[in-house]
Each structure stands twice: as structure tokens, then as C-alpha cells.
């Protein structure tokens, strides 16, 4: 894993520094960290095959999900995907690979002609995959700063695990957090996976 650089004390720069750093990788660069991040996955979880897994597509500069998706797909699990509604929250649409899709508020991917399930369908989730700018070693999650997963994982189900999916360098050793935040569990990068424990990950 990469030495992660200094952190500046203020989100919103932090913020503007990760997304810098992403869009300066090429095409060929951020399809090698989607298979990455599928074999961390695999080495993760084991055999484990969750039934239900909130997943979502990613866009733009983010870290690929499709081939993570894919070995859920392969492994039998339902998938839900998130709709972001007018209000800023998270609402849940079912999802298969190669579904046609449409486009969805703030530039994400949606299956096309679905309805959605309902905000409180990640409480059925056993496996919630979700975005970050960067993780710290205690399962602090940085977003994008709309608080919209934040607000979704309060719903999610007792015993459910969530990951957040990053590229290496976004690895940091602590992250200023505010009392809404939300930890995960446990960490995918390119490079592998591991999960939190109490004082940091193992």
C-alpha cells in the first residue's frame, strides 16, 4: 500500500486533493484496480455468499465496481442499487448485470422502467458496498459530503457488514469525523482487502 500523504485538517480540501489525484489516472489504470478490487473481495469474504447486497455502480473517476458486481452475480446474491432522491437520500432499486439502464440523478446509472424498493431495503442487506474519498484505520469513511450514506447506513440491518471500496493511496491513518458519521467494517483496494478492529485495521 502506498504511504498515504499529510492530511490537511479541512474536509472540503481533502476532498478536492483525492479527486485530484484520481483524475490523473488513465482508463487502463482504473480497469486494473476494478479487477483489484473483485480478488480482494474474493480473498475477503471467503466462500461467505450473501443473499442480499446493496451494491453500487461506480461513475466517473471512482474505483470500478463491475467486476466486484460480477462475483456477486456468480455467487447468487440479489443486488440492490441506490437511487439518490430529490432530498438527498438513498432510496434502493433491484439490479442484474447487463439490465438495461438509465441515467439516474447526479450523473449515476440506473435499471431502466424499475421501481424502487423503499429507503429501508438496505436493512435487508446483508453486504452494503459503499463509496468513500478515503478510509483511516479505524473504519472512518470520507464521502462526498452529501451525508447520504451516512443517513442510509443508520437503516442498515443488525449483523450486515459494510465495505467501502478505494484505491490504495486512500488509506489514511485517521480521518476528522463528526458524530453522524458512519464507520465500515472493512476496506477494499486494488491491492487487497482487510477489516477494522478495535485501535485499527487487522
Given at each position: 500500500?502506498?504511504?498515504?500523504?499529510?492530511?490537511?485538517?479541512?474536509?472540503?480540501?481533502?476532498?478536492?486533493?483525492?479527486?485530484?489525484?484520481?483524475?490523473?489516472?488513465?482508463?487502463d489504470q482504473r480497469s486494473?484496480?476494478?479487477?483489484?478490487?473483485?480478488?480482494?473481495?474474493?480473498?475477503?469474504?471467503?466462500?461467505?455468499?450473501?443473499?442480499?447486497?446493496?451494491?453500487?455502480?461506480?461513475?466517473?473517476?471512482?474505483?470500478?465496481?463491475?467486476?466486484?458486481?460480477?462475483?456477486?452475480?456468480?455467487?447468487?446474491?440479489?443486488?440492490?442499487?441506490?437511487?439518490?432522491?430529490?432530498?438527498?437520500?438513498?432510496?434502493?432499486?433491484?439490479?442484474?448485470?447487463?439490465?438495461?439502464?438509465?441515467?439516474?440523478p447526479r450523473g449515476t446509472?440506473?435499471?431502466?422502467?424499475?421501481?424502487?424498493?423503499?429507503?429501508?431495503?438496505?436493512?435487508?442487506?446483508?453486504?452494503?458496498?459503499?463509496?468513500?474519498?478515503?478510509?483511516?484505520?479505524?473504519?472512518?469513511?470520507?464521502?462526498?459530503?452529501?451525508?447520504?450514506?451516512?443517513?442510509?447506513?443508520?437503516?442498515?440491518?443488525?449483523?450486515?457488514?459494510?465495505?467501502?471500496?478505494?484505491?490504495?493511496?486512500?488509506?489514511?491513518?485517521?480521518?476528522?469525523?463528526?458524530?453522524?458519521?458512519?464507520?465500515?467494517?472493512?476496506?477494499?483496494?486494488?491491492?487487497?482487502?482487510?477489516?477494522?478492529?478495535?485501535?485499527?485495521?487487522?
Amino acid at each position: 500500500m502506498s504511504d498515504p500523504h499529510p492530511l490537511p485538517p479541512d474536509k472540503a480540501e481533502l476532498r478536492a486533493r483525492l479527486l485530484a489525484e484520481r483524475a490523473r489516472l488513465t482508463a487502463d489504470q482504473r480497469s486494473a484496480a476494478g479487477r483489484g478490487i473483485a480478488r480482494a473481495f474474493a480473498e475477503l469474504l471467503g466462500e461467505r455468499r450473501p443473499r442480499l447486497c446493496a451494491v453500487y455502480l461506480a461513475i466517473g473517476t471512482e474505483p470500478p465496481t463491475g467486476p466486484l458486481i460480477e462475483v456477486l452475480a456468480e455467487r447468487g446474491a440479489d443486488l440492490i442499487v441506490p437511487l439518490v432522491t430529490p432530498d438527498g437520500e438513498l432510496d434502493w432499486v433491484p439490479y442484474r448485470p447487463g439490465a438495461r439502464m438509465t441515467k439516474g440523478p447526479r450523473g449515476t446509472l440506473l435499471p431502466a422502467d424499475i421501481p424502487p424498493l423503499g429507503r429501508g431495503a438496505i436493512g435487508h442487506a446483508e453486504l452494503v458496498v459503499v463509496p468513500a474519498l478515503a478510509v483511516a484505520a479505524d473504519g472512518a469513511r470520507l464521502g462526498r459530503g452529501g451525508g447520504g450514506y451516512d443517513r442510509a447506513l443508520v437503516r442498515r440491518g443488525p449483523g450486515s457488514t459494510v465495505l467501502a471500496v478505494v484505491y490504495e493511496n486512500e488509506v489514511v491513518p485517521e480521518l476528522p469525523t463528526e458524530p453522524h458519521d458512519q464507520r465500515v467494517d472493512g476496506v477494499l483496494t486494488p491491492g487487497g482487502g482487510w477489516w477494522v478492529a478495535p485501535g485499527g485495521r487487522r
